[in-house]
């Protein structure tokens, strides 16, 4: 079973931001890390 990460977290995150709006800061710096180090690790 091959699930990407990215689009999964991408949603997670996108849910989390419609319920709790003042944690945006938050979501986006964690999903751009996180997707950063998926980045290099997969290269």
């Known amino acids: 079973m091959n699930l990407a ?3 999964l ?3 997670v ?3 989390l931001i419609l319920l ?3 944690f ?3 979501f ?3 999903y751009l ?3 950063g180090i998926l ?3 997969h290269r």
Do not use: C, S
Request: hydrophobic fraction near 65%; glycine fraction near 8%.
């Open 5 to 7: 990460i990215e689009p």
């Open 9 to 11: 977290l991408a949603l």
């Open 13 to 15: 995150i996108g849910v």
């Open 20 to 22: 709790i709006p003042r």
């Open 24 to 26: 945006l800061n938050y």
């Open 28 to 30: 986006v710096a964690v």
């Open 33 to 35: 890390i996180v997707v």
């Open 39 to 41: 980045g290099l690790i």
